[in-house]
């Protein structure tokens, strides 16, 4: 999406091989036209997909998310983030290891509002490693429904997020990925080096 | 607000004279059509203020906040709550108390995020007794910008956070105003006992 990639380049912050702030515009500050416009892009790819419902993962992704669930039609569940697990609060809960705070919390979802049958589109603001996206289908699907698509506003394709949740066979689409970056510098997929 | 009052009524759950769950369509699944629908009221309520930024806090006042600067074309900005004082990381930061949670949080904000002569309408979900929209307000002009309004989804108003902020000279508008509740039933402002 060169909308995104355009704003990434423009006011995105790469601090490291590793690192890019992004709080410009998507998780600090917010650009809320360009999240209407990810939302709209998110609709556009997944609209043969028979998507029922939309879930992300709090906070930031629910900008984006909302965008998505309200140019499809269909509600949003956020998975909330708890420190500890849980008991008889009627939810059901997996462990997340999150790299870049180098600590687990568990993701926590009500399974009422994911219904057997529903078509789930799962959307987040930044796809790395993975482990976030993993913990997120399996609580899906726990509750009933099915992962029909993941969408990623922001893929670092030098970490093994994306290749990993292909190869368990996730329809996974990426608005911007990113090759290769550095402090100062980012290469986008398709770009020369 | 009548839509939203229909929609408290309808799948809203008033478990006690204090706690009302709205994880239906607020804060766990979300009604992003609603949402849309509230952020053009909060838009309509201060088309008069010159607001330049809309500010929320995370992670239950981002779905209708993002509608809301959306509406009124200007960029949002979410305050984080941290766990800690963060030393050193260009940041301000309050402590707030939150009494559903009987624990204190430190609400934060890059200052960059917030400009001088910048006009603010501050958006949270709840208000009950203040004190989350009073640190935010004070995060917001410690930044250099003005509260020029205050948009309130449910205001709690058997609990003192409305009056203590109209009585602070703020300009708060809440779209459904709850007088009085118990288990299964709600009564909003205007209505007879």
Redesign the interface.
């Known amino acids: 999406m060169k909308q995104l990639e355009d704003k990434i380049r423009k006011v995105g912050r790469p601090l490291s091989e590793h690192v890019l702030l992004v709080?410009m515009f998507l998780?600090?500050?917010?650009?809320?036209?360009l999240?209407?416009d990810i939302g709209r892009e998110f609709a556009r790819l997944f609209a043969d997909a028979g998507i029922t419902r939309v879930v992300t993962i709090?906070?930031s992704g629910?900008?984006p998310s909302?965008?998505t669930?309200?140019e499809l039609?269909v509600?949003?569940?956020?998975l909330?983030k708890a420190r500890s697990v849980i008991l008889d609060g009627g939810v059901i809960q997996t462990e997340v290891f999150s790299f870049t705070k180098q600590s687990s919390y568990q993701l926590t979802l009500?399974p009422e509002?994911v219904h057997v049958g529903d078509r789930v589109l799962l959307i987040d603001d930044f796809l790395a490693n993975g482990e976030a996206a993993t913990g997120a289908a399996e609580l899906i699907k726990k509750a009933g429904g099915t992962v029909a698509g993941i969408g990623i506003v922001i893929s670092k394709n030098f970490q093994p997020g994306l290749k990993r949740l292909r190869e368990s066979g996730y329809r996974v689409e990426a608005l911007a990925e990113i090759e290769e970056m550095g402090e100062g510098y980012v290469r986008f997929a398709g770009e020369a080096k």
Chains 1, 2 share one sequence.
Do not use: G, S, W, Y
Request: some cysteine; glycine content about 0%.
């Open positions: 709080d998780n600090h500050q917010v650009d809320c036209t999240m209407r709090e906070a629910i900008a909302v965008m669930a309200l039609n509600p949003l569940v956020i909330k009500k509002f």
